[in-house]
Nanobody, 115 residues
C-alpha cells in the first residue's frame, strides 16, 4: 500500500498562485508515475499533470503554461505549482501514484479561486 498526504490547497484570487504538495509513504518505489487530478461536482475526475520518476511530464491543455509539476524523489513528494489561477481551476485536487499497474489516491485538497 501507498499512502498519500496532500497539502497546500486554499482560497486564492483570480490571477494568484498556489503550490500543492503530496508526500508518499508506505510501499512506494520506482518506477512510478505521480500526478495530480481534479474534480468538480457532477464532473469526472480529470488529469491535470503527471510526472514519471524519470521526470517526463504531461499536462492537460487547459493548464499548460500556467501549472508546473515537479517531484523530489528523495522526499517521495510531488508538487504542483499553479500560477495565473482562473475560477475554472477551482476543484478538489487529488494526488495520485500509479505503480505496478495500481492506482493510489490521496484524500484531496480543495482549491477555491474567487475574488
Amino acid at each position: 500500500q501507498v499512502q498519500l498526504v496532500e497539502s497546500g490547497g486554499g482560497l486564492v484570487q483570480p490571477g494568484g498562485s498556489l503550490r500543492l504538495a503530496c508526500a508518499a509513504s508506505g510501499n512506494f518505489f520506482s518506477p512510478n508515475t505521480m500526478g495530480w487530478y481534479r474534480q468538480t461536482p457532477g464532473k469526472q475526475r480529470e488529469l491535470v499533470a503527471s510526472i514519471t520518476n524519470y521526470a517526463t511530464t504531461n499536462y492537460a491543455d487547459s493548464v499548460k503554461g500556467r501549472f508546473t509539476i515537479s517531484r523530489d524523489n528523495a522526499k517521495k513528494t510531488v508538487y504542483l505549482q499553479m500560477n495565473s489561477l482562473k475560477p475554472e481551476d477551482a476543484a478538489i485536487y487529488y494526488c495520485s501514484v500509479k505503480q505496478l499497474g495500481r492506482d493510489y489516491w490521496g484524500q484531496g485538497t480543495q482549491v477555491t479561486v474567487s475574488s
